[in-house]
Structure formats: C-alpha cells, structure tokens
C-alpha cells in the first residue's frame, strides 16, 4: 500500500533562508506524488505534482520538488522563504487506483522576520 | 475557473438539528468528494463521487449523508451530529478519480453543541 511520511512535524527558517520540507514515500509501483499547501482557515491548494514526466518538478510561488527514486523521496525545495510562505504543508501520494489521496501528516512552516 | 466553492462558510448546530453543506464546482470535473480535518491533521476521506454516483464511504457514521444531486454540485446533510464531529469540513474535486490533482473548496468550519 501507498504511504508517505514527512520528517518534521515543524521547520522554522529565517526569511531569505532556503526551506527545505522532507517527504518519503512507500509504493509497490511508480507512484504519483503531490505537495499541497493549507494557509491558516483555508482549502487546501496544489503546490506541484509528479507523474513521472520529469524527476525535478516546478510549482507554484518558487517551489520545486525532486523525485529520487533510490531514497524512495520528494523533497520541498525553495530558494528564498518569505513570510507569506507560513503554512501547512502536505505531501501526499494517490493509491494504486487512482480513488484516493493519501496524506503525510504534514509540516507547519514557520518563517521568521 | 479553478474555484470550489462551499457554504456556509461557519456553522454551529446543536445535537438534534438538521443541516446541510454545499459545495459547488465548474470546472467539468467528474469526481468529487468530502473530507473531514481536525485541528492539525491532515484531511481524512469521507466520501468519493464518481460520475455522480457513490465510489467510496470510508465507514463513516450514517448521520453523514452525501448527495450529489448533479456533477456541479456536492452536498453532505448533517443528522443528530457529536460535538466529535466539530471540525473543518473540506470539498475536493478532480478531473476523474485516476491519477489526477484535487482541487478544495475553503471548508465549512462546524462546531457541535
């Protein structure tokens, strides 16, 4: 079965410093992998997918990812972290099937002034 | 138009009232679904709408009952609730239920008394 596990349940940065989010996940077969973002009383909203179509992805606001399949991770990347960038972040993985989404447990992003 | 909409968007119902969420999408997509989250979790998957019809309930207690009574609109009716179910109630779509990303609506904030 299809899991991911986020390393951290908090990352505290300073603001220009890079933010680093940590994903692994577990699949019996390739998998197809998400990062969301949740801001405080809000949806949740795709920061960038995986689909195989290229192992480093770009999303939105200046975040990418890396698919590595021999540490079975997908790493959040940004360059420079800004205060806006405080939130939720979820790594998630769908299900052999394609039905359901599976959830990390999620990492709070602090940034500091 | 990327947008899930959800009303209401707060709403407190005592143990014997009868309410109803709603949520609504126009973006064509053909799967949707409702999510329940406690305060810092992740999402939990309550239900799966494919092509209108039924796919998933994740054993949820039948004083949760979905509807869908067209493919633009999702509604969950609310039965003799426990204060437990106090949570942010979430909306998703996508594009099919394979491999695709899920859009959220803002959530329903519901509190039980």
């Known amino acids: 079965a299809q899991s991911v596990t986020q390393l951290g349940s908090h990352v505290s940065v300073s603001e220009g410093a890079l933010v680093l989010l940590r994903c692994n996940y577990s699949?019996?077969?390739?998998?197809?992998l998400f990062w969301y973002v949740q801001y405080p009383n809000q949806g949740l909203q795709l920061l960038l997918k995986?689909?195989?179509?290229?192992?480093l992805v770009k999303g939105i606001n200046g975040f990418e990812a890396e698919f590595k399949k021999s540490e079975t991770s997908f790493h959040l990347t940004k360059p420079s972290a800004h205060m806006s960038d405080a939130a939720e972040y979820f790594c998630?993985?769908?299900?052999?099937?394609?039905?359901?989404?599976?959830f990390g447990a999620g990492t709070r992003l602090f940034v500091k002034a | 138009d990327t947008e899930v909409t959800q009303t209401p968007k707060h709403l407190v119902m005592g143990m014997t009232n009868k309410k109803s969420l709603k949520c609504e999408q126009h973006m064509g997509h053909r799967a949707m679904y409702w999510y329940k989250q406690k305060a810092k979790k992740p999402p939990e998957l309550m239900f799966v709408?494919?092509?209108?019809?039924?796919?998933i309930n994740e054993s949820v207690p039948s004083r949760f009952s979905p509807e869908c009574p067209n493919s633009s609109l999702l509604n969950l009716h609310l039965h003799a609730l426990q204060p437990e179910d106090s949570a942010l109630y979430l909306c998703?779509?996508?594009?099919?239920?394979?491999?695709?990303?899920?859009?959220f609506g803002p959530g329903t904030r519901l509190t039980v008394t």
């Open positions: 998630a993985v769908k299900d052999t099937g394609g039905f359901k989404t599976i």
């Open positions: 699949s019996s077969v390739p998998p197809y």
């Open positions: 995986y689909t195989s179509a290229a192992t």
């Open positions: 709408y494919s092509y209108e019809k039924l796919s």
């Open positions: 998703a779509s996508s594009q099919g239920t394979g491999y695709y990303e899920q859009y």
